[in-house]
T-cell receptor
Framework: EDKVVQSPLSLVVHEGDTVTLNCSYE??????LLWYKQEKKAPTFLFML????IEKKSGRLSSILDKKELFSILNITATQTGDSAVYLC???????FGAGTRLTVKP | GAGVSQSPRYKVAKRGQDVALRCDPI?????LFWYQQALGQGPEFLTY????????KSGLPSDRFFAERPEGSVSTLKIQRTQQEDSAVYLC???????????FGDGTRLSIL
């Protein structure tokens, strides 16, 4: 059965820390992997990854995909309180989402 | 509109009642998706439309769930004879073409008493 597993499920850090969120997957017909940030309501798109080893970067956030080992990581450097959210990973074959990692950044 | 709009924002219904949830996608977006999100969980795929065609409804949990998009724009998710386990946030998303990236609405929080 296809699955997407995120770890850790929750994480508490202090402002300025660097965090790494993990997403592993087992799916058939993989097309792409996506990261979203969900605060109170709608998930907002962060990255789409289709190729192994190519880092995508946006400000303090970056992500990379390993299609051989079937995982992706999302890095956030110099965290801020505004980074507090649930980070969702999804695989675009049958639109399967992981359960998310709840990140709390304390001042 | 500027984003995906869902209504109502909140819906409370008694068990056994029928409910209808509406989604207005971003203008011109071909693809439309419905998800169910339980508390503390990631969104679960329900169904997918490309224009008016429902291409995938494999995620609909039972035949009480029905979705339509008759003119290829606004979509309605209908739940008949609601049960307590239907309580969740129902998210709608749209994308220009294909599957990604999707733009999500704020969701409808459905509570079944």
């Amino acid at each position: 059965e296809d699955k997407v597993v995120q770890s850790p499920l929750s994480l508490v850090v202090h402002e300025g820390d660097t965090v790494t969120l993990n997403c592993s997957y087992e799916v058939t017909n993989f097309r792409s992997l996506l990261w979203y940030k969900q605060e109170k309501k709608a998930p907002t798109f962060l990255f789409m990854l289709t190729s192994s080893g190519i880092e995508k970067k946006s400000g303090r956030l970056s992500s990379i995909l390993d299609k051989k080992e079937l995982f992706s990581i999302l890095n956030i450097t110099a965290t801020q309180t505004g980074d507090s959210a649930v980070y969702l990973c999804a695989v675009d074959n049958d639109m399967r989402f992981g359960a998310g990692t709840r990140l709390t950044v304390k001042p | 509109g500027a984003g995906v709009s869902q209504s109502p924002r909140y819906k409370v219904a008694k068990r056994g009642q029928d409910v209808a949830l509406r989604c207005d996608p971003i203008s011109g977006h071909v693809s439309l998706f419905w998800y169910q999100q339980a508390l503390g969980q990631g969104p679960e795929f329900l169904t997918y439309f490309q224009n008016e065609a429902q291409l995938d409804k494999s995620g609909l949990p039972s035949d009480r769930f029905f979705a339509e998009r008759p003119e290829g724009s606004v979509s309605t998710l209908k739940i008949q004879r609601t049960q307590q386990e239907d309580s969740a946030v129902y998210l709608c998303a749209s994308s220009r073409t294909g599957h990604q990236p999707q733009h999500f609405g704020d969701g409808t929080r459905l509570s079944i008493l």
